[in-house]
């Protein structure tokens, strides 16, 4: 399927990318020959098959509510980010 | 693998590696050394030996980490700009066990930009070059890793396989890698992908390295609840017929190099001469493995990619100004934007695609439904053989740039590993010798679940 220049904007919007004109035009290009090669599997018969969403072999997997030591405090984590004041992460204003 | 004990010293062992790091600068193959701790781990563990403590099973000898692996004050930047001004604050559980049996980490190591890619040409770092021949790719997206196995920079190095990035640079270079069951080691601390294929394993230069480091980092962790309990070399699936199969559709397959199918039929009559039965196995479903695989992968992708917002780590725009927009809109779509690689930018947007209102039954369900027939096609398989002798890629490493333009062509050469990453089976990687250019050629060998050690064990018969 060809991907129109409104389907490109739509995922850019999904995707939270400000994409530049070029950079939409290549994109296009690209996701028109992925989009048509995995459109193959409509070949596939797939009716009154179950999906399979992940191969691990276990379910619910249980632990005790306890906390599990992540290695990293506050000051650590918060060290990571661009701009922090009072212990908080600072954004450009909101509302 | 050589470990520092009364003769070796791991700082001589570490000096080797820091000096073939430096020799090999033109592969472009370290994103970071990291020479002055590594050095005094070294004199550390010295030090013990010398005073006639027990040291790790693994002591003095240098190892690289793949840049998607977190480990304490080191970066971890998955070689995309969105994550380059990121240091890890902790350790992830593999690097956590290497470092307990005093392994020594060197550096990290080059990869595709969060995995995606199939050459390592798609790094915000550059291109790594193949360790035979600098005009041909590393493969990828653990290019990196294979290349400064190859190249002796380290003995062993931590690679991530989603869809065959293990085992095909490993084949590219000459060397061993596997893809361990999903699940088999800890994800904790590694960049996710796409979660529901993400396994971590290694890249060696023999099969009995791959065994000693799975029986080393394989084993539940509290923090990764995907992980299973430890199998490996208790409970492990027996592989007893003494047959083993290989593909009828790949073997036909116009794609496949006529050396790689010849160093396959070799390797299929070296097990007949071993008194092994070998069977055609006829699986058509997999001709649908690849686009499955390009349908869930990046919905997948997409998912755990949209954390990316610039706010909490990594790299974060300065843009914060346009006429018809909030800053903080501008903040999320602008780091975005700069941070991501053309492929990673490709891959969200098919994922969000696939997994939209309208075109999801078509697509994602439809790849579920289709994952679930692929799974059917190989438990079936295995009910007749123990394993199944396949190529790991259907060429040889092919040159820089040949690809780096048709994403579709890229992804082709997943089209045979994919295939054990979407039934959650183990693989493994290993050499068989090189083509007429002197290239090397590899193949890979799939086996049931949980039989991770016992075909580590066939791949020695078949070296």
């Known amino acids: 399927m060809e991907v129109t220049e409104q389907e490109i904007n739509h995922l850019a919007m999904l995707s939270n990318f400000s994409l530049e004109p070029s950079e939409k035009d290549a994109l296009k290009k690209d996701l028109s020959g992925i989009f048509k090669y995995i459109g193959k599997l409509d070949e596939l018969d797939t009716s009154g098959v179950e999906p399979t969403y992940q191969v691990f072999e276990m379910k619910n997997v249980w632990r005790a509510d306890e906390i599990i030591n992540q290695d990293a405090d506050r000051e650590a984590l918060l060290a990571l980010t661009k701009e922090e004041r009072d212990h908080q992460i600072k954004v450009p204003k909101v509302l | 693998m050589k470990i520092a004990n009364s003769s070796t010293t791991a700082v001589s062992l570490v000096k080797a590696a820091l000096s073939r790091i430096e020799e090999t600068k033109e592969w472009n193959i370290f994103t970071f050394v990291d020479k002055k701790a590594a050095l005094e781990r070294a004199e550390e563990i010295d030090a013990r030996i010398k005073k006639g403590e027990t040291v790790g099973r693994l002591a003095g000898v240098p190892y690289a980490l793949k840049a998607n692996f977190l480990s304490k004050h080191r970066p971890a930047d998955a070689s995309v700009k969105i994550l380059t001004e990121f240091t890890?604050?902790?350790?992830?559980?593999?690097?956590e066990?290497?470092?307990?049996?005093?392994?020594?980490?060197?550096?990290?190591?080059?990869?595709?930009?969060?995995?995606?890619?199939?050459?390592?040409?798609?790094?915000y770092f550059g291109p790594t070059k193949n360790s035979t021949d600098k005009t041909r790719v590393a493969g990828g997206s653990s290019g990196g890793s294979a290349v400064a196995v190859a190249l002796d920079c380290v003995q062993f190095a931590t690679g991530s396989d989603t869809g065959g990035s293990i085992r095909q640079?490993?084949?590219?270079?000459?060397?061993?890698?596997?893809?361990?069951?999903?699940?088999?080691?800890?994800?904790?601390?590694?960049?996710?992908?796409?979660?529901?294929?993400?396994?971590?394993?290694?890249?060696?230069?023999?099969?009995?390295?791959?065994?000693?480091?799975?029986s080393i980092t394989a084993g539940q962790d509290p923090k990764d609840q995907t992980s299973l309990p430890d199998y490996y070399g208790a409970d492990d699936t027996k592989l007893d017929k003494k047959s083993v199969g290989y593909i009828k559709e790949f073997m036909d397959s116009p794609a496949l190099d006529p050396e790689i199918k010849s160093a396959l039929e070799s390797k299929l009559s070296a097990l007949r001469a071993k008194g092994y039965d070998i069977v055609e196995l006829s699986m058509p479903t997999l001709e649908y493995a690849l686009p499955t695989y390009y349908i869930i992968q990046p919905a997948e992708v997409a998912s755990n990619l949209s954390r990316y917002d610039g706010i909490r780590y990594g790299f974060r725009t300065k843009e914060l100004n346009a006429p018809d927009k909030t800053p903080l809109d501008l903040l999320f779509e602008n780091t975005r934007n700069e941070g991501f690689m053309r492929e990673n930018k490709r891959r969200i947007m098919i994922g969000n695609f696939v997994l939209?209102?309208?075109?999801?039954?078509?697509?994602?369900?439809?790849?579920?439904?289709?994952?679930?027939?692929?799974?059917?096609?190989?438990?079936?398989?295995?009910?007749?053989?123990?394993?199944?002798?396949?190529?790991?890629?259907?060429?040889?490493?092919?040159?820089?740039?040949?690809?780096?333009?048709?994403?579709?062509?890229?992804?082709?050469?997943?089209?045979?590993?994919?295939?054990?990453?979407?039934?959650?089976?183990?693989?493994?990687?290993?050499?068989?010798?090189?083509?007429?250019?002197?290239?090397?050629?590899?193949?890979?060998?799939?086996?049931?679940?949980?039989?991770?050690k016992n075909l580590i064990k066939l791949v020695e018969e078949l070296a």
């Open chain 2, 88 to 95: 890890s604050p902790i350790d992830s559980t593999t690097a």
């Open chain 2, 97 to 123: 066990k290497l470092d307990k049996e005093d392994a020594i980490c060197v550096g990290c190591v080059n990869m595709d930009a969060f995995a995606h890619g199939s050459s390592t040409e798609n790094s």
């Open chain 2, 169 to 214: 640079p490993a084949t590219f270079n000459g060397i061993y890698g596997i893809k361990p069951t999903y699940g088999t080691i800890s994800r904790y601390g590694v960049v996710a992908m796409a979660s529901s294929f993400d396994v971590i394993g290694f890249l060696a230069k023999s099969a009995s390295d791959l065994d000693l480091l799975m």
């Open chain 2, 356 to 452: 939209s209102s309208g075109f999801y039954d078509a697509y994602f369900l439809k790849a579920a439904k289709a994952r679930t027939l692929i799974i059917n096609e190989f438990n079936k398989a295995f009910e007749k053989v123990d394993a199944i002798l396949s190529p790991a890629s259907p060429n040889p490493a092919f040159k820089l740039g040949e690809k780096v333009d048709d994403p579709v062509s890229m992804y082709l050469e997943d089209v045979m590993s994919v295939t054990a990453n979407l039934a959650g089976i183990p693989a493994i990687a290993f050499p068989a010798g090189t083509n007429k250019a002197g290239l090397p050629l590899g193949l890979q060998i799939m086996g049931p679940r949980r039989s991770d």
